[in-house]
Every structure is written in structure tokens, then in C-alpha cells.
């Protein structure tokens, strides 16, 4: 069974840019989470994703956003690259919300 | 309070001792406690996990301790090999789908 896949793995950008990150769930799984790991702050929780609607989401500003699509794959968006977003992006999937969450490799965002 | 507090920040443990970390949560409505284990420029992949209903669960070398009352949990990394070294992160769920993540513990064990 494939695990979760996330593209691309690595991203620079530049302040005031957009970013676009893309994560796949394993199949079956219809729930998918993004957290951001930056250095020195640990896991964050950023958005939470099911059915197709967001259903949670962390202490974040509105210019984080995403979608979940009809076969469940996910976009995360970050509009208005500040250079404190540098971090790794991680997406989760799990079967449901009361089940497993299995991370994918992460997407590394570095905003110069 | 969403929070989950880990100690310590970092360990250092022989090859062959245990390596224990400590986690902590005031949430009551956290039902679910998973740990899972993060090498550097790797996603965290689950170790193993527990529900508060259970008092110990072990698999393999991990056993997880849980202290309902005490609202603290605790991994027990048995036989410590340097393959163990990695970060090990808490954490705790609750119904909104929300990991909330203890701070880490960066383990070292040497040969």
C-alpha cells in the first residue's frame, strides 16, 4: 500500500510570492491534515480536511489555505510569502478522525 | 488547554539502556496518544499509540505507560540502540482531528 505522497520536495520562493503544495492520502483514507514543522517550534497543526471541507484548522492567518479534492488529494496554499514561513510541510491522511494519522515525507519551503 | 508538554528536550543513552520520555496534557477530551518517531529530513511515521483506557501497551522494545489521573503518559524505549536515534515527538487527539504535538526529544544513543 503506498503511503503519503507529497510534491514538490523542496519549494523556494521569494517574500510576497504564493506557494503551492500538494499532498496525495493513502487510498481509503478521506481525511487529510497539514501541519508545519518549523526549527524550533515543533509540529503545528494547520488545517484539517474532510469529505471535501475544511473541518479545523489551527492558529494560522487566513492566507494559509487549501482545498481537499472529489478523489481526497489536497492543496495547501500560502499566499503572501513571509520569510517565517520557512519550514517543512507535512500532510497526513487517516481512514477517519478518530484513526491513525500517517505523515508523508514533507514539502521544505524556504522563503528568501 | 491544548497543550502537551514533553521532557526531556534531549537524551543521551548508552547502547543497550532505556531511554525513557515523559509527556503531560491537561485536556480531558483528548482520547487518543500517539508517539511517533522522526529522522532528519523524514516525515514522523507512528511508533506506537494508546487510548485512556489502557493503563500500559508494549510492542516489542516501546511500551507506552499511561496515567489517567495524573494525565501523563510516558515512552519506554527498552534495550536502546543507536538505530533509535532519531526525535521522538508526543502527542494527543481529540474529536476536532486535531494532533496537538509535545515539543520533541531529540535521542542520541551511543555505541
Known amino acids: 500500500e503506498a503511503g503519503v505522497t507529497q510534491s514538490p520536495t523542496h519549494l523556494i520562493k521569494t517574500r510576497g510570492q504564493q506557494a503551492t503544495l500538494r499532498c496525495s492520502p493513502i487510498s481509503g483514507h478521506t481525511s487529510v491534515y497539514w501541519y508545519q514543522q518549523a526549527l524550533g517550534l515543533g509540529l503545528q497543526f494547520l488545517l484539517w480536511?474532510?469529505?471535501?471541507?475544511?473541518?479545523n484548522r489551527g492558529n494560522f492567518p487566513p492566507r494559509f489555505s487549501g482545498r481537499q479534492f472529489p478523489n481526497y488529494s489536497s492543496e495547501l496554499n500560502v499566499n503572501a510569502l513571509e520569510l517565517e514561513d520557512s519550514a517543512l510541510y507535512l500532510c497526513?491522511?487517516?481512514?477517519?478522525?478518530?484513526?491513525?494519522?500517517?505523515f508523508g515525507p514533507g514539502t521544505r519551503l524556504l522563503v528568501l | 488547554q491544548q497543550q502537551v508538554k514533553q521532557s526531556p528536550q534531549s537524551l543521551i543513552v548508552q547502547k543497550g539502556g532505556i531511554s525513557i520520555i515523559n509527556c503531560a496534557y491537561e485536556n480531558t477530551a483528548f482520547d487518543y496518544f500517539p508517539w511517533y518517531q522522526q529522522f532528519p529530513g523524514k516525515g514522523p511515521a507512528l511508533l506506537i499509540a494508546?487510548?485512556?483506557?489502557?493503563s500500559e501497551k508494549k510492542e516489542g522494545r516501546f511500551t507506552i505507560s499511561f496515567n489517567k489521573s495524573a494525565k501523563q503518559f510516558s515512552l519506554h524505549i527498552m534495550d536502546s540502540q543507536p538505530g533509535d536515534s532519531a526525535t521522538y515527538f508526543c502527542?494527543?487527539?481529540?474529536?476536532?482531528?486535531?494532533?496537538?504535538f509535545g515539543q520533541g526529544t531529540e535521542l542520541s544513543v551511543k555505541p
Open positions: 497526513a491522511s487517516s481512514r477517519t478522525v478518530q484513526e491513525t494519522q500517517y
Open positions: 502527542a494527543a487527539v481529540n474529536q476536532g482531528g486535531k494532533l496537538i
Open positions: 494508546i487510548r485512556p483506557d489502557v
Open positions: 480536511y474532510d469529505e471535501g471541507e475544511e473541518r
